[in-house]
């Protein structure tokens, strides 16, 4: 069966970078792309980007252009989000998901929380 | 950038009985033949899982009470009767262009 596993909690300090990890298993890794999402506490979705394991090709919100980086592993089948310069407002869970298309997401990690605070 | 809109932001449903929720998108979701319209509901706690893709296809292992229709620009996900199990949030999203938007969300609320 399709797994998604992320990495667990993280607190950070303003300014500094976090890296995610979401290991994935039960299907060809290269088959699909994947979605990054992510929550603020109490509030709605938003869409951080998707990457094509296929090439690596990569598509990014543009208000998070020059700060984020994903990147995919295929010897480990495993798929990377790197936030740098981090700032309070980044305080949020942090979703992958399996998905053909940017914006469609059908297996979900169980997210990671990320803290930044002082 | 396509803005997304739902109504009501707030449903309380009584068990057994209908709900629906509505979606609208600033521009037409329509190309190539498909509307790149998606459902999803995040219970308590949990990830969102895709209830809906392209506008009325039901994902793997969805149960066939929820339904999705429209075209272009006006989007409804039905529950045909309410389960407890239902509630949570329901987000629409269009994935036609990027950047990829979310609706607000509606809370579903089981009475």
């Known amino acids: 069966q399709v797994q998604m596993v992320q990495s667990g909690a993280e607190v950070k300090k303003p300014g500094a970078s976090v890296k995610v990890s979401c290991k994935t298993s039960g299907y060809t890794f290269t088959l699909y792309g994947i979605n990054w999402v992510r929550q603020a506490p109490g509030q709605g979705l938003e869409w951080m980007g998707w990457?094509?394991?296929?090439?690596?090709?990569?598509n990014y919100a543009q208000k998070l252009q020059g700060r984020v980086t994903m990147t995919t592993d295929t010897s480990t089948s495993t798929a990377y989000m790197e936030l740098r310069s981090l700032r309070s407002d980044d305080t949020a869970m942090y979703f992958c998901a399996r998905g053909a298309v940017a914006g469609r997401g059908d297996y979900w990690g169980q997210g990671t929380l990320v803290t930044v605070s002082s | 950038d396509i803005v997304m809109t739902q109504s009501p932001l707030s449903l309380p449903v009584t068990p057994g009985e209908p709900a629906s929720i509505s979606c609208r998108s600033s521009q037409s979701l329509y190309s190539n033949g498909y509307n790149y319209l998606d459902w999803y509901l995040q219970k308590p706690g949990q990830s969102p899982q895709l209830l809906i893709y392209l506008a009325s296809n039901r994902a793997s292992g969805v149960p066939d009470r929820f339904s999705g229709s429209g075209s272009g620009t006006d989007f409804t996900l039905k529950i045909s009767r309410v389960e407890a199990e239902d509630a949570g949030v329901y987000y629409c999203?269009?994935?036609?262009?990027?950047?990829?938007?979310f609706g607000p969300g509606t809370k579903v609320d089981i009475k």
């Open positions: 990457i094509s394991v296929y090439n690596g090709n990569t």
């Open positions: 999203i269009q994935t036609l262009q990027t950047p990829v938007i």
